[in-house]
């Protein structure tokens, strides 16, 4: 936080940004989250796919509350691939509007965001 004139306040810490992102995703069964994981990662849009089962998912859908089973998908990738991987996820996923959401990483270990940068490609 800056003060009055840019200078930074003694005891404030600057976060570094890092262009890495999670994003998140869920799937209706095991088989579309595997499909969609697999393809993410030999597309090189997601150096790594979670899937985690048993999520449960209560949400407003056309005018009903919906109660679902979900797989939820964390997937690891990189702020500049995200219009591929919105595309990506697009063509296979079964949803009429599949959820991405992606959330900014702001550090993390240094070997981990440089196996990110090796997987991901350039």
């Known amino acids: 936080m800056a003060g009055p004139l ?3 306040p003694s005891g404030c810490e600057i ?8 994003a998140f995703s869920t799937c209706d ?3 579309q989250a595997v499909q969609i994981a697999r393809a993410l990662v030999e597309q090189r849009l997601a150096a790594c796919v979670n899937i985690l089962p048993n999520a449960r998912s209560i949400y407003r859908w056309k005018g009903q509350i919906e109660d679902a ?3 939820l998908l964390i ?3 990189r ?4 219009d591929q991987l919105r595309a990506a996820i697009g063509k296979i996923h079964t949803y ?10 702001v550090d993390g270990s240094e070997s981990y965001l440089a196996w990110l940068d090796r997987e991901l490609g350039s």
Request: charged share 35%; proline share 9%; aromatic share 2%.
């Open 75 to 77: 997937i690891k990738s």
């Open 15 to 22: 976060l570094k940004m890092t262009d890495k992102i999670v």
């Open 69 to 71: 089973p979900e797989w």
């Open 6 to 8: 840019g200078e930074v």
């Open 79 to 82: 702020r500049d691939l995200m």
């Open 96 to 105: 009429e509007v599949p959820e991405l959401l992606a959330i900014p990483v």
């Open 29 to 31: 069964s095991e088989e």
